[in-house]
């Protein structure tokens, strides 16, 4: 018998190990994959891409803000993996009569590494979560050197437009930001995903960097055109957002990335 409490303080009781997993968050269906739990898998979101391939063996369950309780219910789940940003209190509480709901909250890399242990106990896969979370901790550790002689550069990270938002405090992307020595000027903002101005930009922050998403707003070269009228002196730098925004055993192939960003950058 295992109990776990998830970030939301539910505790959860598992007589035996879950065997039906259905995922609400595309970096955790990632993350079960990659702890060996493929074949658990029953169910996976229309927006869990990686692997590519499961798209095309699970059973898509809607989104990741609206799902299809029946079509999950017919499942007969053990266990529904969710998240606090990614899916609404409304969903989380409508899944409970069905089974037990294990909700995370990721924000850092900490976070992260609790999460991937907490997978582990629950599906018995200590063994495979260990590893990912040491892999994790030595890339970042690795990167934490790499960045060591860096200057922190001001920046706007831009998830949308019409209104264009941006990525603000309290989020993995901002902790991703920091890693990456760029300070966030839409940090200090009451709203976690504000809507911005992007002709204020200059008077709110002046940025360095305006990054922008590949998601979930597919940002194209007109839209950096137009920011860069208003923004002058700021570099426009078209980034990937799922090794911004992708928690979970992405995060070791995100380093990586950083440091190619970070080069591309400098040219």
């Not at 798209?55 to 369950?61: A, E, G, L, T, Y």
């Not at 989104?63 to 990614?86: R, S």
């Not at 590893?131 to 550790?141: G, L, P, Q, S, T």
Request: charged share 30%; glycine share 4%.
């Amino acid at each position: 018998m295992l109990t776990i409490t998830d970030d939301l303080g539910s505790q959860h009781i598992f007589n035996q190990t879950p065997k039906r997993i259905i995922s609400l968050v595309p970096s955790l269906t990632e993350t079960l994959y990659e702890l060996g739990l493929e074949d658990q898998i029953i169910g996976i979101t229309k927006f869990c891409v990686h692997p590519y391939h499961l798209k095309s063996v699970k059973i898509n369950i809607g989104g990741t803000k609206k799902v299809h309780i029946e079509k999950i219910k017919a499942l007969n789940p053990d266990i529904i993996i969710a998240n606090k940003e990614e899916n609404t209190l409304e969903i989380v509480e409508s899944l409970k009569d069905i089974c037990p709901v294990f909700v995370t909250d990721i924000v850092t890399v900490e976070d992260t590494l609790k999460t991937i242990t907490d997978l582990g106990k629950i599906f018995k896969r200590t063994t495979d979560a260990k590893k990912w979370v040491e892999k994790i901790k030595f890339a970042n550790d690795d990167f934490e050197r790499f960045m060591e002689a860096k200057q922190w550069q001001k920046a706007a990270y831009l998830i949308w437009r019409e209104p264009y938002m941006a990525a603000g405090n309290d989020t993995f992307i901002n902790e991703m930001l920091k890693l990456n020595r760029f300070n966030n000027i839409y940090e200090d903002f009451e709203e976690r995903y504000p809507e911005v101005e992007i002709r204020k930009m200059r008077i709110q922050g002046d940025p360095d960097l305006v990054l922008l998403s590949s998601e979930p707003y597919p940002f194209k070269e007109e839209h950096a055109f137009e920011i860069g009228r208003v923004t002058h002196h700021a570099k426009t730098v078209f980034v990937d957002g799922e090794m911004f925004s992708w928690y979970g055993t992405r995060l070791f192939k995100a380093f990586q990335y950083f440091k190619a960003l970070q080069k591309r950058i400098e040219e």
